[in-house]
């Protein structure tokens, strides 16, 4: 943290374990405030994930709908998954896409991060481009269910503009997508070998 953020950072003082379940592990935390009081901040600890914007040869982005419980409702996404434990980046992110989707990429492009929800989770996204796809067969966890689709950029767009896509990765991927797309952003790809950003 900058020197310039003193004033507004927070110090751990202590940490009680409110829930540690298969998913979520929640925490509450006495921090000591700037202005030498203190206060709680309860959150949801995150092993990290990545999001993963996969484009057909034809331009097409490779998208997912599935039944999201806490929503209640169908929910169209970008592929993505949780960090096993010890994984890398972009090995999640193939694993993920081959799971998931079935394809196989020949050519990767780390694109950034993203943070979803900063105020109850420590949770990051890294976000991945993927081009060069070859199809194959999808090996779901137990468990998991989900339809595979393909979009266009401009009907992806026109999802994230009509309340089709609410889901906040997935809003994010679009901006990043339009802005490579468009120029305005440009992305390193590699085959994610012998440029060092396999993981």
């Not at 990767?108 to 060069?132: C, H, K, V």
Request: proline share 4%.
């Amino acid at each position: 943290m900058s020197e310039n953020d003193r004033h507004l950072r927070e110090i751990a003082l202590r940490r009680d374990e409110l829930l540690k379940g298969h998913f979520l592990h929640v925490v509450r935390d006495e921090v000591r405030l700037p202005s030498g009081r203190t206060a709680t901040r309860e959150f949801v600890l995150h092993p990290g994930a990545v999001m993963i914007v996969a484009q057909l040869d034809d331009g097409r982005i490779v998208m997912e709908r599935q039944y999201r419980h806490p929503m209640g409702e169908v929910m169209l996404e970008l592929p993505a998954g949780k960090l096993d434990a010890g994984e890398g980046s972009l090995a999640c992110a193939r694993r993920e896409l081959r799971e998931e989707t079935g394809y196989e990429a020949s050519e990767w492009a780390f694109a950034g991060q993203l943070a979803p929800t900063i105020a109850y989770s420590n949770e990051r996204i890294d976000i991945w481009f993927a081009r060069g796809l070859r199809p194959g067969e999808r090996q779901l966890d137990e468990g998991e269910f989900l339809d595979v689709l393909s979009l266009s950029p401009d009907e992806l767009l026109a999802c994230c503009r009509d309340g089709r896509i609410q889901d906040a990765k997935t809003l994010v991927g679009a901006l990043w997508l339009q802005n490579v797309l468009s120029g305005h952003w440009t992305l390193a790809w590699s085959d994610g070998v012998e440029s060092g950003i396999a993981g």
